[in-house]
């Protein structure tokens, strides 16, 4: 039985800049763009439609976004081949494809709105849904599992480094105490959980929901989305062709870190210091295209309040010099 979405076609964050940073690099004929975070196809259906001489290589590892992107995606015939992977297998992919070399890239890692319209996914803390969080629904391992056999160090740590949750050594203590009396299944279960670990000053001072950082965090480490973004990386910038561009929107200070750490080395020439002149061999292979991470107008969040933690970071690859 096929499940019941939600606003399917959401207006994805930042599409318009998006296009705009990366179209340059897709005038020649036959010329590659690749969307590692396919999601719901509004990002490369925006791109396919402004540059008609562009392909696409779309890659997802939800197969049920996958099925609704190649539906929308439909008209572009035989422009779009899609495959059913995490962006951290973009190696793979390429190889399969028969590509080489690719003239633009996208990553989006904010979730689609199919995952977090989709109640019974188990992303949304706000849905009576299980504790699941599987971007991969062929992954075994899900959110449930993590709350119920990780030890309290380990949630600790995941809920300072991938949800900024300054009680984290309370909601840690507490998983484990509910637990020992039996497991905890639930998105409902979790959130009460979570609610009364945090003081109640502190849970009135928060401009969010008190569980929206666990469940980040949480989601963060079932889909080791960290790993798999310090993975795709390096590989992203090896695969773009002389002149090639690729942009990332970030969500969360973690990811943000790792995208800038990443483009900073690649924008840097590569000399010892006190050396007078750079050779072409160590002259930098990347420019920066945004100054920092670029942020959502204020007329986007409002239309979409789920932009409103985009960070977007941009980078080129120089023509090629002398080896």
């Known amino acids: 039985m096929g499940v019941e979405v939600v606003n399917p076609t ?15 690099a897709l005038t020649r004929p036959d010329a590659v763009y690749v969307d590692g975070t396919l999601g719901l196809a509004g990002h490369a259906s925006a791109i396919l439609d402004h540059c008609p001489q562009a392909r696409l290589i779309g890659i997802d590892r939800d197969a049920a976004a996958l099925d609704l992107a190649a539906a929308r995606l439909a008209g572009f015939g035989d422009r779009v081949r899609l495959y059913h ?177 990443q483009f900073a080395q690649a924008c840097a020439d590569r000399v010892p210091p006190g050396l007078p002149a750079v050779p072409d061999a160590l002259k930098a292979k990347f420019r920066p295209l945004t100054r920092g991470a670029e942020r959502p107008g204020p007329d986007e969040i409002t239309d979409n309040p789920r932009a409103a933690s985009a960070r977007l970071r941009a980078v080129a690859r120089n023509q090629e010099v002398a080896a």
């Open 10 to 24: 959401h207006v994805p964050v930042m599409r318009a800049r998006i296009v705009e940073l990366l179209a340059p």
């Open 85 to 261: 992977a995490a962006y951290h297998e973009l190696p793979q992919v390429l190889d399969e494809d028969g590509t080489t070399a690719v003239d633009a890239i996208c990553l989006d890692l904010g979730l689609s709105s199919l995952q977090i319209d989709t109640a019974e996914r188990g992303f949304a803390y706000a849905a009576d849904a299980p504790l699941d969080m599987r971007m991969d629904t062929t992954q075994e391992l899900t959110a449930a599992d993590l709350v119920n056999t990780a030890t309290a160090g380990e949630l600790t740590r995941w809920l300072r480094e991938y949800g900024d949750e300054q009680f984290a050594d309370r909601i840690a203590r507490r998983i484990v105490a509910v637990r020992a009396e039996g497991p905890i299944r639930t998105s409902p279960e979790l959130v009460a959980i979570v609610t009364d670990a945090i003081p109640t000053a502190a849970r009135h001072a928060r401009s969010g929901h008190p569980a929206k950082r666990t469940f980040q965090a949480l989601r963060i480490a079932v889909n080791a989305e960290l790993d798999s973004l310090a993975g795709v990386l390096p590989a992203a910038l090896d695969a773009l062709a002389p002149g090639g561009r690729i942009a990332v929107l970030a969500y969360h200070s973690g990811e943000d870190r790792l995208v800038k750490r």
